[in-house]
């Protein structure tokens, strides 16, 4: 099977624009979850998707949005950039089923810096 | 709050001599625990997980967790380190539908 896909790889934006990132994940899963990951952060955790619907969510401000589409592909959203959000994103998918969610999947990232 | 925590920023082991990177968990009832790895501009990859059943789970790339309920650990192990085992290591728990990470160790393999 493929591995999870992200596009693109790096993506350089300047502050106040917006930025759109796509996640395609393993075939068969259908959940997908979105992390932030910083040096002084580490990895947080932004949302999850599954079935279409965002089924969890992490501390993160309205500026941060995210669908998924029928085909469970996943796309996020950072609106109005700061500088605070040079980040790699990583997007994780895997298998869930009711409240049965197996192991999560990583794709490659996509590293975002914002000038 | 934070349901797992890895108390080392560093480790440092010598080229052919075991490894051990920890991992407790705070979480009640029955942890399910994995161990990821991540190198330099990557995403993180699986190496093993804890469901239930044996306390020694064996994983990818010869390694290995050993879960111990009564010290609340998952430490992750190798008998033998690799040069090309640094990297950065996260352990991580699940519950309900979420996965939560510890912060990361760096595990450096000194030729």
């Known amino acids: 099977k493929a591995g999870v896909t992200q596009t693109p790889r790096y993506l350089i934006k300047t502050r106040g624009q917006q930025v759109t990132l796509s996640c395609s994940p393993i075939s068969g899963h259908r959940s997908v979850s979105w992390y932030q990951q910083t040096p002084g952060q580490g990895l947080q955790f932004l949302f999850e998707y599954f079935s279409e619907t965002q089924r969890n969510k992490g501390n993160f401000p309205g500026r941060f949005s995210g669908r998924q589409f029928s085909n469970s592909r996943s796309e996020m959203n950072v609106s109005t950039l700061e500088l605070g959000d040079s980040a790699l994103y990583l997007c994780a998918s895997s298998f869930r089923q009711g409240q049965f969610t197996d192991t999560q999947y990583f794709g490659p990232g996509t590293r975002l810096t914002v000038l | 709050a934070q349901s797992v925590a890895q108390p080392e920023d560093q480790v440092n082991v010598a080229e052919g001599n075991p490894l051990t990177v920890k991992c407790t968990y705070s979480?009640?009832?029955?942890?399910?625990l994995f161990w990821y790895v991540q190198y330099p501009n990557r995403g993180l990859q699986f190496l093993l997980k804890y469901i239930t059943g044996d306390n020694l789970v064996k994983g990818s790339y010869g390694f290995e967790a050993e879960f111990n309920k009564s010290q609340t650990s998952f430490h992750l192990k190798k008998p033998s380190a690799l040069v090309s085992d640094s990297a950065l290591y996260f352990c991580?728990?699940?519950?309900?539908?979420?996965?939560?990470f510890g912060t990361g160790t760096s595990l450096t393999v000194i030729p």
């Open positions: 979480v009640s009832g029955n942890p399910y």
């Open positions: 991580a728990e699940r519950t309900g539908n979420q996965f939560y």
